[in-house]
């Protein structure tokens, strides 16, 4: 069972870790968030189970029981959002979310963006010049396929990005 915002661990890279030492290992993540970007990055991490932290005791047991038992479970506000197909589970909505591909730094400085501080700001608070954040957004500008700082934001802001 892995929490996805653990201190000090980025807990896909660490499923996907124990999944290459252990391909038997079944991974269950427990997480405050429920937007795709995460759902994403934890199947792709093979995931057997998702349950949010909102979902009551018996859900967690649940999961776990399901997942020793060699099934997968997702909470209902999850589920909602993924195809069970024989060969795997995925997202309703067609391919990748755009934001599975944004690096660590691009997240982070997204997470800036759309807390509405200005690109001088977000370089003094991550030792990086104003040309460094400038080519983060211009990435993630391309990435996104979006075309200007309040869109950004607002993707950040859906994406559940902003949040501390």
Partial sequence: M?????????SFEAAREAHRLCPSTKIAFLSAFSHDRYIEAALAAHAAAYVTKSAPPEELIA???AVAAGGTYFSPEVLDRLVIESNGVRLASAGHTRGISLTDREVEVLRYVARGLAK?????????SVRAIDTHVRNLMEKLGIHDRVELARYAIREGLSEP
Wanted: no cysteine.
């Fill in 2 to 10: 892995l929490d996805i915002d653990m201190p000090g661990l980025v």
């Fill in 120 to 128: 001088k700001e977000i370089a003094e608070i991550l030792g990086l």
């Fill in 63 to 65: 999961a776990i029981l």
